[in-house]
Nanobody, 120 residues
């Protein structure tokens, strides 16, 4: 169906910024919702942000406006701008996409994830 590849993760000091990218490729008709999730060691995966094909966004309340999700439909890419990073933001960040086929069938794909480490 669709393959998702994340990039942009790395090691950053507290207060710094990172911009994650996730590019979709493969066979699909249209991409509906796209989102970013993260999982810290010993914790459950949680939603960071999502964006619909129409541009509507949703964020985890705990982020308090520090993160911004956006997408470029022409490039089939979703971005996550992360500012004022905190050590508790450390984790594996994965993107996902809900893809619709020409027959209307919707499937969900996940990327392999990119590591984000915030040092104090």
């Amino acid at each position: 169906q669709v393959q998702l590849v994340e990039s942009g993760g790395g090691l950053v000091q507290a207060g710094g910024s990172l911009r994650l990218s996730c590019a979709a490729s493969g066979s699909f008709f249209v991409i509906n919702d796209m989102g970013w999730y993260r999982q810290a060691p010993g914790k459950q995966r949680e939603l960071v942000a999502s964006v619909t094909s129409g541009g509507s966004t949703n964020y985890a309340v705990s982020l308090k406006g520090r993160f911004t999700i956006s997408r470029d439909n022409a490039k089939n890419t979703v971005y996550l701008q992360m500012n004022s990073l905190k050590p508790e933001d450390t984790g594996v960040y994965s993107c996902n996409a809900d893809v619709r086929s020409r027959t209307g069938f919707v499937s969900t794909s996940w990327g392999q994830g990119t590591q984000v480490t915030v040092s104090s």
